[in-house]
């Protein structure tokens, strides 16, 4: 699967309002169905909302570069898995039974701990817009330090913390950032508007994946 085209200037948070809308539409739904089995991820859906979320990052510049590579790599990683067998790797959850299965999940360049980096960096995503949305005149560094110190820090090593660190000298002011999100002659109020519906939207997806991560006990890895 090619990566994204780059969009229009501004374009990213609608087009991945477009794509978890779609996640949404796509859910099993039923009574019948318990919790472990009624689980969808649609493989290329979540990938695209992960492409989206690297030309957002792009924008904070420098800084998100380390985070930007590993988020590129994993995703290089779980859509080749696709690409072998792109009938059977529909869902996501499929990938993460067949590696737990083989007993392999935990072990070196899993797709399972792509999946788990993915999510921790859509988290991440999440806690920035968050902040950004309440309070646009905070300091760029302190709306990603605290995003980081909340969602990736917990499980990064001295190695990934170092690297992070080093990189805040290199953020854009919030004005700045601001500016490069929203689509030409769009307002800040409809930007605002557009952020809030993509956390909306991707919050109570990332809570059921981080219910399938714990069921598959990939919720405490850790990087180096």
Known sequence: MKRSRELEKGAEIEAAIKELSMLIELKPTGDSLDSATAVHIPT???LNVCNLVIQVLDKIGPTMAVLRQDIYQNIQRLEMLCDSG??????????????????????GASC????????????????LLERLAAD???KMEQLVEESYNITLKPWHGWIS??????SLKLLPDNKTFINLLMPKDETYDTLKEHMQTFISL????????HSILTLYGLDRLKST
């Open 44 to 46: 290329r859906l979540f």
């Open 86 to 107: 792109p009938s059977i790797y529909t869902n996501l959850v499929e990938i993460l039974k067949k590696e737990a299965g083989e007993g392999n999940a935990k072990k």
């Open 112 to 127: 399972s701990k792509a999946f788990v980096w993915l999510a921790r960096s859509l988290d991440f995503t999440v806690a």
């Open 136 to 138: 646009p005149g905070q």
């Open 161 to 166: 913390a170092a690297a992070y660190k080093v």
């Open 202 to 209: 991707l919050v109570p997806f990332l809570e059921e994946i």
